[in-house]
């Protein structure tokens, strides 16, 4: 449990130090992001493959095939259903729609991208308090040394976008540090989870994997894609692949 606190806090912590960074260099040039971000991918890509959606058909049994693939796509539509469940979030910014429409709007936009990496942050965090449950340990670190690395690019995005839209720097911290509370919750509960049963270890396992796989596809490529880096972003995902991969095979 020692390892699963300290791990909680090394994932969620990686977020905020992101944060602070991005406060530090409020203008990150569209390259240095997609760089980053692309590298990120192929960390999260290797780990959830390697770390969560393997060992989810090595424990599932009799079944493991079909009860993997039902994890992955009931992970991926639970964060489809999420997203599409954002609310209105101008207010939280402070500002007032009414007075200011405009930056309300980008406030508001704004905030759904950042509500967006809090609520991916959660099944992120799950996928690293799940890895304990297979007790091996080097692997479980592995998952979530790949999910820290990708969050300290996440939480230096977010700052830049919500200073510029008009929100005070007090708030626009409170928000980044709340992303990595959200990913130590995340931790403790997917591993209290499978703790209370291992029985339904695979399942989540391959619903952590088919979380992140989806952040993956249908947040980090289109965005890493978006601004014309693909060529860098596409071997930077693929060194970031690659390095999880050895780190995989020298620590498994």
Known sequence: MYMVLLTALGVGGATMIGALLGFAFKKISHKFSDIVLS??????????????IMPSLEYGGRLSILVTVAGI??????LNLLDKLVPHLHNLAGLDGEAHPEKAAQANKVLLFVMAIAIHNFPEGVAAGVGFGTENTAEAIVIAMGIALQNIPEGM???GPMLASGMSKKRTLMCGLATG??????????????????????FALAFAGGTMLYV???EMI??????????????????GF?????????LG
């Open 39 to 52: 590298f990120a991918a192929g960390v999260m890509l290797a780990a959830a493959v390697i770390g969560l």
């Open 73 to 78: 796509f009931c992970g991926a539509v639970c």
């Open 157 to 159: 995005v977010i700052i």
């Open 181 to 202: 509370l959200v990913e130590v919750l995340g931790t403790l509960f997917g591993y209290l989870a499978v703790s209370v049963s291992s029985a339904i270890l695979p």
């Open 216 to 218: 993956i596809s249908d």
């Open 222 to 239: 289109p965005e890493t894609h978006a601004h014309g880096e693909q060529r860098g972003a596409t071997y930077a995902l693929l060194i």
């Open 242 to 250: 690659c390095l999880m991969l050895l780190t995989d095979f020298y």
